[in-house]
């Protein structure tokens, strides 16, 4: 279900529109038209569906419009045409043309955002700071004061609750950030860059727990990043700007696969696949693999053997090797050694090396039974030496 739709939507910041959309529609650049009208075209033609707990990254070089983006979906950036839905129960709430009071409404009940300088009041406790929003929405002290507990506790902070802010650190404060926003249990969540300000070991930490806190509690997040490492982490959708539009929206895989233009490549380059690719997308299929007397080469003189697909067994000339299947969640330390292990195509990359490590055999990939493709160290090296997508030209 959408909760959030943007359609077409433009942002420009300047008095100019009369001249400056019609500039837009006959293809200037940006440039042009800060030359032409003085005007700084934020958002160009951006178009989006964000669904019921989806964690949608907006990524982007700077200025390329994504913290404009972002606010557009609470009412912050003036929309000069297009719309951009926000679900309200079972209406879709357009946030360039509701009023006053709905847009409070939508501020308070429906919308939250978290930004990267925490934004939080100094003069307040912990607790009370976390309780804040809660005031203006209406609840009264003994309820907030406990909704607000609970939220710390979320993320770790219990005993923090009567500290000033400027006594945590900064990824305290952060976390302080995530439980206010949290606790105004809106639909909808709004991060802008919440991360960037903190060190590496701590944002990776704050990533796993938004991840966390967002399987339990099902929210709709948009979260502004540069980092595609994080995008790809975090995001069950990423949508890449370059020069206030959307030049590339998909899952994380498929955007490391298949990167649309060269800007995005240059992202895609710099990226971990361990976190991203699965198994499919890094296999050898079976039909690509040396047949001999019906059985297949999987390297390091191992023959596979099939009937009608499925598997039958690996084998060292006549020697029947040891075999096993793993499912996610199962122990890897515990797969034994010189064991042929079989998987589902869509096992992750990590794990895939982490088999391998252990056993060090090939690993057979199947898909419903069917032996699809096998995982040697060359799968490995290929895609740890970024050869592993192809761009596609998009089409205009
Ligand atoms: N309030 C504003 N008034 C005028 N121009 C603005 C305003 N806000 C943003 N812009 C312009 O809109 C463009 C997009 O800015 P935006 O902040 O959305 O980029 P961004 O991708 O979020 O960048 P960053 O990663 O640096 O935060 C920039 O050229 C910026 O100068």
């Known amino acids: 279900m959408a909760v959030v739709t943007i359609e077409h939507l433009d942002i420009v910041f300047g008095d100019n529109l009369a001249k400056t959309l019609p500039l837009m529609d006959k293809g200037h650049t940006r440039n042009d038209i800060l030359g032409l009208t003085g005007d700084v075209v934020g958002v160009q033609d951006a178009n989006i569906e964000v669904n019921e707990g989806e964690i949608c990254v907006l990524m982007g070089l700077s200025g390329s419009g994504k913290s404009t983006l972002l606010r557009a979906v609470n009412g912050l950036n003036k929309i000069a045409r297009g719309r951009c839905l926000v679900r309200d129960g079972d209406e879709m709430v357009d946030m360039a043309t509701c009023d006053e ?83 105004m249990d809106t639909d909808v969540l709004l991060m802008d860059e919440p991360f960037s300000a903190l060190d590496p070991l701590i944002r990776s930490q704050l990533q796993d727990e938004l991840i966390e806190l967002q399987k339990r509690l099902n929210k709709t997040i948009i979260f502004v990043s540069h980092d595609l490492d994080e995008a790809l982490k975090i995001g069950s959708k990423i949508a890449i700007m370059e020069s206030a539009r959307i030049i590339q929206q998909d899952e994380p895989e498929q955007i490391v696969l298949n990167p649309a233009t060269e800007y995005v490549e240059k992202f895609v380059a710099h990226t971990n696949p361990l976190n991203v690719l699965c198994g499919s997308a890094l296999m050898t299929p079976i039909a690509e693999l040396a047949k001999k007397e019906a059985r297949f080469s999987v390297g390091e003189n ?54 391998r490590y252990h056993t060090d055999r090939p690993l057979v990939l199947e898909n419903a039974g069917q032996c699809v493709g096998i995982l040697s160290d060359h799968n490995f090296y290929h895609a740890l030496l970024g050869k592993h997508f192809s761009r596609t030209e998009v089409s205009s």
């Open 302 to 355: 191992l023959w596979l053997a099939l009937d009608s697909g499925q598997f039958q067994g690996v084998y060292n000339l006549e020697e029947e090797v040891a075999s096993a299947q793993w499912a996610p969640g199962m122990p890897i330390e515990q797969v034994p050694a010189n064991t042929v292990v079989r998987v589902d195509e869509t096992i992750t990359m990590r794990d895939a090396v982490e088999i």
């Open 101 to 183: 009071t709905k847009l409070r409404h939508m501020r308070t009940h429906r919308v939250s955002m978290v930004f990267q300088s925490f934004a939080l009041m100094p003069w307040l406790t912990v607790l009370e700071n976390v309780a804040f929003g809660l005031e203006m929405q209406g609840m009264g002290l003994k309820e907030r004061l406990s909704k607000a507990k609970e939220q710390l506790d979320m993320v770790g902070l219990t005993q923090w609750a009567d500290k000033k802010p400027d006594e945590l650190s900064g990824g305290m404060r952060q976390r302080v950030g995530l439980a206010r926003a949290f606790a």
